[in-house]
């Protein structure tokens, strides 16, 4: 199989020697794989052909994009036996349609690349994550993704409007279509959309573009409660409309370990329990949308549902605020080990979520660290658990995870949430997954499974 993998894509392009680790260990330490050879091919033509050969010899795949992936999903097991396709070297753009409003790319283009290439055409790619610097479409559209940006163009699912895929047999589906309306039958696109990987691998994508608004404004906002940072969301949405493109929470808890491992980064507000970072697009000038904005931050003030707030001066620090909201996963893994949560419920139901569990870890885990932020507009916190001070991350990982997350995914489902909000199953919530989705909704996830792809070759032992 190996020279059949090394008579697709070339010999360089299959490793399996040297230092690995970059492929075969995830972004936050927690998994280190072992595979049989890396290989990366560099076309749709050349992925289908490793498939072939895997499908043949009856090995499985692992396919790969930047590696940023939170769950698991995208690094080998560590059983030497699958292959790890990357699909970094997947990386041109084919085609740009300005007045279709559409990009057509590779699956290996860094997310980055892609929001550069479109602004330099005046347009705008409305997928914005922390990890954008590394991270790949494919692997974006595998997860779907959410970010920052979903309160105004949704998760990456909506931003996508055809797919390449390589099948589980090594055949091309070609549905790379610009439709914005196409009821031809089942939707194969959306069934490969957050499939991680175990149904066939992305190859290439159409992705829905938006002109760039003339002005982005950014705001910071103080709040004592979260039902006030909840308040004060009704109120932005009412006076900005679709003008509203991120509306991200900050516990205190959680600044204060930025403050801590990037002490050179502003800190705008003095600490109060809640910070709002908002975000308003606009297609009119810079004046107006400022204008609407104070008035917006006024109103809250004088209601009293925000104690402090302050306007970007500039894009500099319009720019340095996002970096305060985006480097808190990265203090976070500078603070140690901790027991991530990405989880879902009703806006309406988040101040009440919070309160009754951070109770309930206090109880039972006295003085337990909450570092609690992220997508308030969606509905979506990264509600993480940090050992208490003085006790070892790694331990407390080890030892109380299940626990944690039991606390936590029941006090979920009583509020009709979701446990895997944006991040994906992959390996971390697998067991999870199976123990709380619905028999029928699992039965039916099988079937499909089992459909596309019999061999079970296809990212075996991830989600299902
Ligand atoms: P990888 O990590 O390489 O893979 C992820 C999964 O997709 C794996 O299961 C893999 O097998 C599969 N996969 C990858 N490429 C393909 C392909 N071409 N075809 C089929 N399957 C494929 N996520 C959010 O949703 N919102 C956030 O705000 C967010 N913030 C983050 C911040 C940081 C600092 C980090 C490190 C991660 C963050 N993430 C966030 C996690 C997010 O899932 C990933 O960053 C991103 O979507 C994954 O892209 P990737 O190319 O790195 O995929
Ligand atoms: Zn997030």
Request: aromatic share 4%; glycine share 10%.
């Amino acid at each position: 199989m190996l020279a059949a993998l090394r008579n697709a894509v070339g010999a360089a392009h299959v490793i399996t020697e040297g230092d690995r680790s970059a492929w075969e260990r995830d972004w936050r330490r927690r998994w280190q794989g072992s595979s049989l050879a890396v290989v990366r091919p560099g076309s749709t033509a050349e992925v289908a052909a490793v498939v072939r050969a895997c499908s043949a010899a009856g090995v499985a795949l692992v396919p790969q994009g930047g590696n940023t992936g939170l769950v698991g999903g995208g690094v080998p097991d560590n059983s030497g036996t699958q292959v790890l396709l990357s699909l970094q070297r997947l990386n041109q753009v084919r085609a740009f349609d300005e007045t279709n409003l559409t990009m057509s790319v590779d699956a290996g283009c860094v997310l980055q690349t892609l929001q550069a290439t479109a602004a330099a055409r005046g347009l705008l790619l409305p997928l914005s994550l922390a990890a954008e610097g590394s991270c790949t479409i494919g692997g974006n559209l595998a997860t779907n993704a959410g970010g920052t940006q979903v309160l105004r163009w949704g998760n990456a699912r909506e931003l996508c409007l055809g797919l390449e895929v390589v099948t589980a047999q090594g055949e091309v589906w070609d549905g790379l279509s610009g439709l914005r309306k196409d009821n031809t039958g089942y939707d194969l696109r959306d069934l490969f959309i957050g499939s991680e990987g175990t149904l066939g691998i992305i190859t290439a994508a159409t992705l829905k573009l938006a002109p760039l608004p003339a002005a982005t404004t950014t705001a910071l906002a103080a709040c004592h409660t979260l039902a006030d940072c909840v308040a004060l969301l009704s109120l932005a949405r009412r006076r900005l409309g679709a003008g509203l493109t991120g509306f991200e929470v900050m516990g205190r808890f959680a600044l204060d370990l930025v403050a801590r491992h990037f002490p050179t980064l502003p800190r705008p507000l003095p600490t109060a329990p809640w910070t709002v970072l908002l975000e308003q697009s606009d297609t009119e000038g810079e004046g107006p949308a400022r204008e609407r904005f104070e008035a917006l931050l006024g109103a809250a003030l004088e209601a009293g549902t925000v104690v402090d707030a302050v306007v970007a001066e500039s894009l500099a620090q319009s720019q340095a605020l996002w970096q305060v909201r985006e480097s808190i996963p990265l203090a976070q893994a500078e603070e140690g080990l901790n027991i991530k949560h990405d989880i879902a419920v009703p806006v309406s139901a988040i101040p009440g979520f919070v309160e009754r569990a951070d109770a309930a870890l206090q109880a039972r885990w006295p003085g337990v660290r909450l570092v609690n932020f992220g997508h308030l507009g969606d509905g979506n916190l990264h509600y993480n658990v940090q050992a208490p001070p003085g006790e070892d991350g790694a331990r407390f990982l080890a030892d109380e995870e299940h626990a944690v997350n039991a606390v936590v995914f029941d006090e979920v489902a009583r509020c009709g949430g979701s446990f895997s909000a944006e991040h994906g199953i992959g390996a971390l919530k697998r067991d999870e997954l199976a123990a709380r989705k619905s028999p029928v909704a699992l039965q039916m996830m099988r079937a499909i499974k089992a459909a596309l792809d019999p061999q079970n070759l296809m990212n075996p032992g991830r989600v299902l």
